[in-house]
């Protein structure tokens, strides 16, 4: 097969997907339920290819160290790691740094970012490189990229409906989150809460369908993370009411440090850009030289990040849970500041528990018999640090109580995350996500309150296929070519150049000879990239039922009344 072949034998693909799936389809959001299973599967294998890519070379990372010193093995595989990854990103798939999650935000707010094939697998390879040779970085910012282009590809093989769209791709983002940690509600909660900030009967059903696919898929594969309750000694939670003023101060602290967590990754992340600019390579390069040297030199209980597990599980102290706070938030913000492919969740969680933790040991010296206090304020920790760095202090709650399924946490952990919530908000506004898109200047809208035709092109509503004169025909194969068309004007190009417009009645009623002569020059149009209002404006202006769409000077199709009210009866 050429290669010529393949984009025929790809689009015939296509558009059987599209008739037979959407086209005849009676129930649109039927079909949109279908493909967030879909999505939520994808999202659940991602993350479990995710798990084992790490492994694997978590695994060569540690047999070399039977055969060279760590002190020499992490370093070095942390630089050639860290320089691959940046590669990467520097030509191949530009979109992949950090966590994702900004990058999805700014796409289902209409800001050009690709979520492709291209991105998707770049990140999963990427990202399993950073985390296996050590970076502290988390496994969901990875699988929710994946599950977003997941949903942003099965789009483009037919869906037309708008809200469909952006339900779709913040639902593959959900599950992402969703098969990362096996907590398929907080995947609910989070696009919800962060993604789209909006609630309706389909945003929620599709949201949940791919949440819950995604963590079926993915308890069945086996696949853990986080999931402190496959532990069998794991303690439950203790909670009592002379807890609650130290829940409130675990707020207070984790809002406090959470401000200074987000200016330090906005601090770094400028500082790389400055120094190295995109130089990706040596950027994330050194930041896996960094923290091979930094783990190399901690206890062996760091080289996978289970400090968190060994924290609640064995109780091992206050000067580990502070050895915890410091390795975990300095080299955080070397390794994200450096643009390396990884997530900020599962390093908040081990950093809110750190700090829960020394509260609790505080409220020990206080109240001896508060033995349960280190336990419950770790657990209730991750929540707190979590919602003062991302600002969803319900997905920050729930993801902590799925991962742990103790009742006992809902009350402090509701009491310590909204109150680091509103402590971070209160001092440095937006969650770091928003913080980084606006680096790049991106500036996205404060609420959710935008209509359908604050975002809806006019690319996405219009015919593709357009009925059009040939500006060099005469007026006789006009007449005839009209004929048999149901349609009363038609746009007149030249080599695909939108040069004018005709009417049937122009063609009828006057009597020069060429097409070009009777058309009339210069028409009014949109580009495809405008939004819908534009379209709309000119036609109540101007008194037009359609206008053509071109991109550049090429005609793209084109728009009418019909197309607009059959695009915004489907949202």
Known sequence: MTTAQKPDHLNRLLHWYHAKLIRRARNKKLVALFEASIIGSVAALAAYIFVEGVSAVNALRTFLTTIVPAIIVFPTMGLIGGAACGLAIQYIAPEITGSGIPQVKAALNKVPMKLDFRVAITKLVSGIVALGIGLPLGREGPTVQVGAAAAAILD??????????????AAGAGAGLAAAFNAPLAGLIFVLEELLREISGATVTIALLACFFAGIVSRWMGNHSLDLTANTAFPKAVFTGQDIPFCLLLGIVAGLIGVVFNKGILAGTKLNRKIFGKNFAVRVGLAGFGCGLVIALLPETFRDFAGVRQLLLEGRGLQFAL????????????????????????????????????????????????????????????????AAVARVPVTAAVIVFEITADFNLLLPLMIS????????????????????????GIHLPETSNSGPLDLLTVGECMQPRVETLDASMSREQALEFTRSSKHKGFPVTHSGRLVGVLTKNDLIERSQERVQELMTPEPISVESEDLLIKAISLMDAKSINRLPVTSGQRLAGIITRADIIRALSEL
Request: hydrophobic content about 55%; aromatic content about 12%.
């Open 323 to 386: 050895v915890v706070f410091a390795a975990n938030f300095g080299l955080t913000l070397l390794a994200y500041g450096s643009g390396a492919p990884g997530g900020l969740f599962a390093p908040a969680l081990t950093i809110g528990a750190a700090i829960g933790y020394v509260v609790g040991f505080g409220e020990t010296l206080l109240l001896p018999l508060a033995t349960h206090a280190p336990l419950t304020l770790a657990l209730a920790g991750m929540g707190a640090f979590f």
């Open 417 to 440: 995350s909204i109150t680091a919530y509103f402590i971070g908000e209160s001092l440095f506004a937006g969650s770091v996500y928003d913080r980084l898109l606006e680096l790049d």
């Open 156 to 169: 483009r093989l037919g869906m037309r409906s708008f809200r469909n769209r952006r339900q779709l791709i």
